[in-house]
């Protein structure tokens, strides 16, 4: 490729790193500058098809809709709760288990939120964790960026194993991959059986890797964001973190090995809440009081800011009637995934467009099966649960709306642009699209130190596309046949992938943005970005250098 198609091949990535990280702009902002000028790179440097320009926009706009529901379900389901005094028995409830917020990051977090992981994905895990935390005390940029980080380990088996059996599947198959055909063959001929084998490089990778993001997270929550910005105060409960980190890694490996990649993250979560939460009741593992706790609030006014506040009002409810709404979330999530008759009713709901703009692009909706439909049902159910009074209902809905508006503009932006990204393959310069024009650059330059660009391109492909599964789709084809041209076991650099793109999830836009807003923080993207990216790559090349070591015996 020349300078000027590498630049406009980058043109997405270069101008979200300018606007959104670099210049702090908000999302609201960034993302549609960021599109028109993919946008004019892919007409003018990539001489895509003007219709199918078109076409992509359109289709962006209409795949937005699913994000979108499941952020406003999220942020009304959380307003529900705020405003009929249920979180306040939550937070009383937790505070019960420790009074100690990095203890309450970690089971929220790492173990509640692997396990809506497992059922929902899609970045339903910091719409549900980040507002939990803000409503137990933790400043908004603080909650939003742990509960990122948190999402990653446990994204390799979300949505019941979506990543790997139908990402990875989709990319290998369609790129028509005669080793990897060869491949799945050896396992049986089902690619459910070669899916296992990938999952297990990749759990047991994170062994090391995702047992260790407990860790992380603390130590990112004590030393950017507590009193005394420390991260010796979240190292200190190291025993803690670790031993939280395998109850649930060693379980996921379990369950993979016996029963492949659909339940890793929901089973070894809920094994791992029933192990972790009786230690921290107990104490067990954790340094003697004071506890680490956000009473006195940090001096960054930022951080402190945003629409999510806490009451002080007296609990009104049990814990089992407070927790309700997300007990009937969680089942409906697991039950809508697991059993086929109801997933078949939910789909058939579905809305699908063909044939946009007279191309052969379309788009969907899940309008039942989407979490953000079970988040309103909650919701509505939440209303008579609580008695909430009309007054307290208005205010819950208006709050909803009011906060959606920064979050349609970024959404309504950033999903055209990566169609438009993705969609470049349609041109008239005879060009393959932009994503694998630059993985094939890497490929080609940089497959010496694979072990470490492999985990990079499944983040890039995640960052821009907002799903680990699709970063799987657009490269898992690509990470095989370098695997091959280079002598590397396929199985591990496949695995690398998925683990990059577990990494992406950390900080694309998407989820950044679905985070922000759920803790009232719409316009600070970059702030969470800029703590969220080092940690992404360093989990990344982590991964990479543990499987260096591995290919090397």
């Not at 070894?268 to 104490?283: C, D, E, F, N, T």
Request: net charge negative; aromatic share 10%.
């Amino acid at each position: 490729m020349s300078i000027i198609q590498i630049l406009a091949s980058l043109s997405p990535v270069i101008s979200v790193m300018v606007f959104l990280v670099l210049l702090r702009m908000p999302a609201s902002r960034a993302m549609p500058i960021s599109m028109v000028i993919t946008g004019l790179a892919a007409a003018f440097v990539w001489q895509m098809d003007t219709q199918i320009l078109a076409a992509s926009i359109v289709e962006g706009l209409l795949s937005a809709l699913t994000p979108l529901t499941i952020i406003f379900g999220a942020v009304f389901l959380l307003n529900t709760l705020k405003y009929s005094g249920a979180m306040d028995t939550i937070r009383a409830g937790f505070t019960n288990i420790s009074a100690d917020a990095r203890v309450q990051v970690i089971i929220i977090c790492w173990l509640f939120g692997a396990f809506i992981e497992g059922s929902a994905g899609f970045g339903t895990p910091a719409a549900i964790g980040a507002p939990l935390l803000v409503l137990l005390g933790i400043p908004p940029v603080a909650a939003a960026v742990v509960a990122l980080i948190a999402d990653s380990a446990s994204v390799s088996f979300g949505a019941i194993g979506l990543p790997v059996l139908f990402g990875m599947e989709q990319g290998l198959l369609q790129g028509g991959e005669s080793m990897a055909t060869a491949q799945i063959a050896h396992h049986g001929g089902d690619f459910a059986d070669y899916a296992q084998f990938i999952a297990m490089h990749m759990i047991t990778i994170d062994l090391v890797t995702g047992t260790l993001i407990p860790l992380v997270i603390v130590s990112v929550l004590t030393g950017f964001f507590g009193r005394n910005r420390s991260f010796k105060e979240g190292l200190a409960i190291w025993p803690f973190a670790i031993f939280a980190g395998f109850a649930f890694t060693v379980p996921a490996w379990c369950i993979n090995y016996l029963a492949g990649p659909e339940f890793p993250s929901v089973i070894g979560a809920l094994i791992g809440m029933a192990i972790v939460i009786p230690v921290a009741r107990k104490g067990w593992l954790l340094p003697s009081p004071p506890w680490f706790d956000f009473d006195n609030k940090t001096s960054d006014t930022d951080d402190q800011e945003g629409s999510v506040s806490t009451s002080n009002h007296a609990a009104q409810f049990s814990q089992l009637t407070a927790w309700t709404p997300y007990l009937v979330m969680a089942a409906l999530l697991v039950l809508s995934r697991t059993l086929p008759p109801l997933k078949d009713w939910l789909t058939s709901f579905n809305l699908n467009w063909t044939g946009l703009l007279g191309t052969e692009l379309k788009a969907g909706f899940a309008t039942l099966y989407a979490p953000g439909a079970f988040f309103i049902l909650v919701c509505l159910l939440s209303f008579g649960l609580f008695k909430m009074k009309g007054s307290a209902i208005k205010t819950s809905v208006a709050t909803s709306l009011k906060s959606m508006v920064p979050t349609l503009i970024s959404l309504g932006a950033s999903v055209p642009m990566v169609k438009i990204f993705l969609n470049s393959g349609e041109n008239h310069a005879d060009l393959v699209s932009m994503p694998v024009a630059l993985a094939d650059m890497l490929a080609s330059s940089m497959g010496n130190i694979w072990d470490w660009i492999a985990p990079v391109v499944g983040i890039f492909g995640a960052f821009l596309s907002g799903s680990a599964t699709f970063s799987n789709m657009m490269f898992s084809g690509l990470q095989y046949s370098v695997a091959d041209n280079i002598g590397a076991n396929p199985a591990l650099v496949l695995a690398l992938q998925g683990i990059g793109a577990n990494a992406g999830n950390m900080m694309c836009v998407m989820n950044v943005v679905a985070a922000a807003t759920v803790v009232g923080m719409a316009g600070k993207e970059a702030d969470i970005i800029r703590k969220t990216m080092p940690v992404a790559l360093a989990y990344a090349m982590l991964a990479g250098t543990i499987a260096w070591v591995w290919g090397g015996f």
